[in-house]
């Protein structure tokens, strides 16, 4: 898509997909729908307006905003996370995509958070992995079920050199995270994989620019195909030729 979807993330509910991406200053969180991973359109809006601090309504938070957020889908709802760097963690969610969506919660009042993913584990616990503004470390919490609070400190699982935007999945008994190191014009996918959810974590790099033209890969999203595939969706940092 030739458009500003950064920091896409994608979850796959049966044969559809859905993804948001960040809005920084801008207000309001399109969610998009496709079949394919190759034609999307919009089919909700997360929010519309950002109550939690004055200076957005007067212009005065440019580059604040929903920084890079993850959507999920768990026991019948969509959620959707995201952090601001001022204001903290907030989350929304809803029976279906196409919304409505219920009014954002405050999960945590934070100064420097950043790109946090939810995870609901096999037995009902739910986690939330997040990095700091600045690109790191992975810091994992547990959570309440429902999703609006969080249950401790939190602790360290990774800490870089560059660590930021990791997405949590579970497979074959194995926790994973994926994150984006090196950044954006230059970096790679880097994946963490552990049968504790709080590690240690072995490490691999899995997607890398190599001999290609393709700038990253960088913050994005894995996600599965009904046939076992796996794609991995993430923008990239292209400036428009003169006329364009």
């Not at 896409?8 to 859905?18: I, N």
């Not at 089919?43 to 890079?68: L, T």
């Not at 429902?146 to 997405?167: F, I, R």
Request: aromatic share 14%.
């Amino acid at each position: 898509m030739n458009a500003d979807y950064s920091d896409p993330d994608v979850v796959r509910v049966g044969v559809d997909y859905y993804m948001v991406c960040s809005e920084f200053h801008f207000m309001g969180m399109p969610v998009l729908h496709s079949t394919d991973l190759v034609n999307w359109t919009i089919v909700s809006q997360v929010y519309d307006e950002f109550k939690f601090a004055p200076e957005y309504s007067s212009n005065q938070r440019y580059a604040g905003g929903s920084w890079a957020p993850a959507i999920r889908f768990h026991a019948g709802k969509f959620y959707v996370y995201f952090c601001t760097p001022k204001e903290g963690l907030f989350m929304s969610s809803a029976d279906k995509a196409e919304g409505p969506w219920e009014p954002l919660v405050q999960v945590e009042s934070v100064d420097g958070w950043e790109d946090p993913c939810p995870f609901w584990d096999d037995n009902g616990q739910a986690y939330l992995g997040h990095s700091k503004v600045g690109a790191g470390p992975i810091i994992i919490h547990k959570m309440s079920a429902d999703g609006k609070s969080l249950l401790d400190d939190g602790l360290t699982v990774y800490t870089g050199p560059v660590a930021e935007g990791t997405k949590i999945q579970k497979r074959n008994g194995y926790y994973y995270l994926s994150i984006p190191e090196g950044g954006v014009e230059r970096g790679w996918q880097t994946i963490l994989r552990s049968k504790n959810i709080y590690g240690p974590y072995e490490k691999k790099v899995v997607l890398e620019t190599g001999s290609t033209q393709i700038n990253g890969p960088h913050q994005g999203a894995m996600v599965d195909t009904p046939d076992g595939e796996w794609w991995f969706l993430h923008f990239q940092s292209i400036l428009a030729k003169s006329g364009e």
